[in-house]
């Protein structure tokens, strides 16, 4: 484990040192990385240098145990002790930190919310579902952007999109993608009677265009005589210029330009962009089949979780978790739901040994 602390101090003084590289400094995409990593390593490096201080402490103290005076002897015991335990307690917050990060996690998301089964009153609990979020992501200082809206007949919604963007936002969120169920008696009924109804969350990291680095040993290039408009010259000269990468299979030319340097520039554009369309098509195919997984049916058996008017009670189903606070969770504070899902993921991935 200390190899492994030792490495990752390293690395944190390595990133330290680039974030006042000019180079770094002038290209804010770089920067911007580059700073995320270092603000990711932190927190490992700062309790790292505590253990390290605390096991310095430890030897001292075994030091101390081979004094000739009884009473110094005590009080080294009695410090061993004390630091045995600080140490089996450090040592399980270090596992925790050095369990592998999902890449994902501190990305943005597209965060959609859609009625299920139950008609209207489906609509109202997804407006219902709206507020709650909607008031957590105020408490964690997020930007949330709408994207679209359908509102329901009779108030709420049937589909909301949103973009929400900050600190940690999809690590926070992921575990909401599903059915969330709701038991209640809807505005709409008349006899008093108990509803089950249904709305779906859809969590998504958000698409991050790549940058775009042509290799040049990845490029294929053509070039031709141009035909059309412009005279006898573009059938004179080898103007014309066609580019194929190599990787990805994606072909552009150009002929507009009256110069074969002007094409490869044109011809260069249109490659670079026909890569971030084939990235934004494929991201595309990725989340519509994710979707699918991710919401299952948006039946009222199909559930994640179950929010129960009656008895002010939240329940969700993957981690047998039962609180009776709706109320408080409804308002916004869900905080305790998801930091005990995390903490069933953080779990499991230290059972698992990843």
Do not use: C
Request: charged share 30%.
């Amino acid at each position: 484990m200390l190899d492994k602390l030792q490495a990752i101090h390293e690395r944190y003084i390595y990133v330290e040192e680039q974030l006042s590289d000019p180079e770094v400094i002038g290209d804010m995409s770089r920067y911007k990385k580059i700073n995320k990593e270092y603000k990711d390593l932190q927190s490992v490096v700062e309790i790292y240098l505590q253990y390290k201080d605390l096991l310095g402490n430890m030897d001292t103290a075994q030091e101390m145990l081979k004094e000739d005076d009884e009473e110094m002897r005590e009080m080294a015991q009695m410090e061993l002790t004390e630091l045995k335990a600080q140490r089996e307690k450090m040592e399980a917050e270090i596992k925790i930190l050095l369990i592998p990060k999902d890449p994902e996690d501190s990305k943005d998301v597209v965060f959609e919310i859609r009625s299920g089964a139950g008609g209207d009153e489906a609509s109202l609990f997804a407006g219902d579902l709206y507020k709650m979020y909607s008031r957590y992501f105020e408490t964690m200082k997020w930007k949330v952007d709408v994207i679209s809206i359908n509102e329901g007949t009779v108030g709420g919604y049937n589909k909301l999109v949103l973009e929400v963007s900050g600190n940690d936002v999809f690590g926070r969120l992921k575990f909401e993608s599903g059915a969330h169920r709701v038991q209640r008696v809807p505005k709409t009924e008349s006899q008093g009677r108990v509803h089950t109804s249904a709305a779906t969350v859809v969590v998504m990291p958000k698409l991050e265009l790549e940058d775009v680095n042509i290799n040049k040993a990845d490029l294929k290039t053509d070039t031709f005589r141009a035909s059309g408009a412009g005279g006898q010259h573009v059938n004179k000269t080898e103007s014309g210029v066609r580019f194929t990468h190599l990787p990805t299979g994606v072909v552009a030319e150009s002929t507009d330009g009256r110069s074969q340097i002007k094409n490869r520039e044109i011809a260069m554009g249109r490659l670079i962009d026909k890569i971030r369309l084939q990235q934004v098509e494929a991201y595309n195919s990725t989340v519509s089949s994710a979707r699918k997984s991710l919401v299952g049916s948006g039946d009222r058996s199909d559930k994640i979780r179950t929010y129960n008017w009656p008895q002010n009670r939240v329940t969700d189903h993957r981690i047998n978790l039962t609180l009776y606070n709706l109320d408080k969770i409804i308002a916004g504070d869900i905080e305790p739901v998801i930091d005990a899902l995390i903490v069933a993921e953080t779990a499991r991935k230290m059972q698992e040994g990843t």
